[in-house]
């Protein structure tokens, strides 16, 4: 079974800080997709990485993944209370032939207070 | 507007009686899936079916059952429930396989106790 560790597990800020969620596993990912989920609501698709040591940005939110494809962090510059929210990271695998299987992190829930 | 629905959005019932959770998508999606979501155990997938009449188990099928008469419709049944299938569940929809390009969208969960 593939796992997927997300840290911090819990993450409270000032508004204006600079924080950084890391996505780590032991296998090797197809691709990564990080999800932000706001109370009430499904998980939003915020970005897909697909090749290992690839950068992507989204305004403040930078995304990273791995070189050999097993890790990712989000990096956050300057966090607004808008950003509160859970991050779910999701591997991407291929899964008994040409099934493709994801499998999402526990969660980081952010707090940005005002 | 593109979008997953899914009825009802909250329910509570009792240990063994018979319940059925929609989800629908109006993207002619081809891949979907269920999850629940539970505290300290992130989302895991209990279903999932790449086209109509395939579907196959996720890592947690035990007490659930599903089916795919229809590409847009994805019913999620709970033939006996137990107070250990109370959790947030969630539909989600793709139109392929989750690959690299493929995105997942999610609708807005259904919160079910059973008591």
């Known amino acids: 079974t593939q796992l997927l560790e997300q840290s911090p597990q819990f993450l409270s800020i000032q508004e204006g800080e600079n924080l950084t969620v890391y996505c780590n596993s032991s296998?090797?990912?197809?691709?990564l997709q990080w999800y932000r989920q706001e109370p009430g609501e499904g998980p939003v698709l915020l970005v897909t990485?697909?090749?290992?040591?690839e950068v992507k940005k989204l305004k403040r939110l930078t995304f990273q993944f791995g070189d050999a494809r097993k890790d990712s962090s989000l990096h956050i510059t300057a966090a607004q209370p808008g950003d509160t929210g859970l991050y779910l990271c999701?591997?991407?695998?291929?899964?008994?032939?040409?099934?493709?299987?994801?499998?999402f992190g526990k969660g980081t829930l952010l707090t940005v207070n005002p | 507007e593109a979008q997953v629905t899914q009825n009802p959005r909250y329910l509570i019932t009792v240990t063994g009686k018979k319940l059925t959770v929609t989800c629908s998508q109006n993207?002619?999606?081809?891949?979907m899936s269920w999850y629940r979501q539970d505290p300290g155990l992130g989302l895991r997938q209990i279903y999932y079916?790449?086209?109509?009449?395939?579907?196959d188990k996720g890592d947690v099928p035990e007490g659930y059952k599903v089916s795919r008469k229809e590409k847009r419709n994805f019913p999620l049944i709970l033939e006996s429930p137990s107070p250990n299938q109370t959790s947030l569940y969630f539909c989600?929809?793709?139109?392929?396989?989750?690959?690299?390009?493929?995105?997942?969208?999610f609708g807005p969960g259904t919160r079910l106790t059973v008591l």
């Open positions: 989600a929809s793709s139109l392929g396989l989750p690959r690299s390009t493929d995105t997942q969208y």
């Open positions: 296998s090797v990912f197809s691709s």
């Open positions: 990485v697909v090749t290992g040591g």
């Open positions: 999701a591997g991407v695998s291929l899964s008994g032939g040409s099934n493709y299987k994801l499998t």
């Open positions: 993207m002619n999606h081809e891949y």
């Open positions: 079916s790449m086209n109509v009449e395939v579907t």
